[in-house]
Nanobody, 123 residues
């Protein structure tokens, strides 16, 4: 069982930056691949980025590639999402999620979810 708590969301102007954190409970965090997803009003939940259990493999949606960076600190049971050059279309609720071992891009393949944190980018 893994419990996830996101933090770091807020209101930022276009071009600005935010860093989201996702703190996980449990002693087996290092065995879980982690993902970030987002959901804007009226839209489906979409993949943003994911990182393998070791941190050695990452993947990104084309829409955020080069602007967002995912990282993890297994000693702190935390995964991060550094978001730079934010755009109004990045506005959404951001969720972190966990699944055993391998990363995935479909939200249905993740077993555990945080409650989400709102990111709003003004133009």
């Amino acid at each position: 069982q893994v419990q996830l708590v996101e933090s770091g969301g807020g209101l930022v102007q276009a071009g600005g930056s935010l860093r989201l954190s996702c703190a996980a409970s449990g002693r087996t965090f290092s065995t879980y691949a982690m993902g970030w997803f987002r959901q804007a009003p009226g839209k489906e939940r979409e993949f943003v980025t994911a990182i393998s259990w070791s941190g050695g493999i990452t993947s990104y949606a084309d829409s955020v590639k080069g602007r967002f960076t995912i990282s993890r600190d297994n000693a702190k049971n935390t995964v991060y999402l550094q978001m730079n050059s934010l755009k109004p279309e990045d506005t959404a609720v951001y969720y972190c999620a966990a699944r055993r071992i391998a990363t995935a891009k479909k939200w249905t393949e993740y077993d555990y979810w945080g409650q989400g944190t709102q990111v709003t980018v003004s133009s």
